[in-house]
């Protein structure tokens, strides 16, 4: 069973930024594809940005394109969602998921094997 523990989060103002860590509990970490996700309070659950486990292709949203950057380090078990100039339609929980094995999709929850346990993400104006 993977466990996957988030840290960062907060409570910042538009503009400012933050960034989010997902550590795995696995070592077999290195060979997940990963994303973030995130759920606005009376929203369904959106797509942010993917990464395959090697990094060699990664997608980020249109909404979020430029401002946010997905990494992450194997070495480490941690996935990062780098976020900048944070904006208050970015409110939102912010989950990381575990793909065990890439079949081609990735923007659907559904597509995920293992969650973390959400962190919140505020932005006043």
């Known amino acids: 069973q993977v466990q996957l523990v988030q840290s960062g989060g907060g409570l910042v103002q538009a503009g400012d930024s933050l960034r989010l860590s997902c550590a795995a509990s696995e070592h077999t970490f290195s060979t997940y594809a990963m994303s973030w996700f995130r759920q606005a309070p009376g929203k369904e659950r959106e797509f942010v940005s993917f990464?395959?486990?090697?990094?060699?292709?990664?997608d980020v949203e249109d909404s979020v394109k430029g401002r946010f950057s997905i990494s992450r380090d194997n070495a480490k078990n941690t996935l990062y969602l780098q976020m900048y100039s944070l904006k208050p339609e970015d409110t939102a929980v912010y989950y990381c998921?575990?793909?065990?094995?890439?079949?081609?999709?990735?923007?659907?929850?559904?597509?995920?094997?293992?969650w973390g346990q959400g962190t919140q993400v505020s932005v006043s104006s």
């Open positions: 990464m395959t486990w090697t990094g060699g292709f990664t």
């Open positions: 998921a575990a793909m065990l094995a890439w079949g081609g999709h990735y923007r659907d929850p559904s597509d995920y094997d293992y």
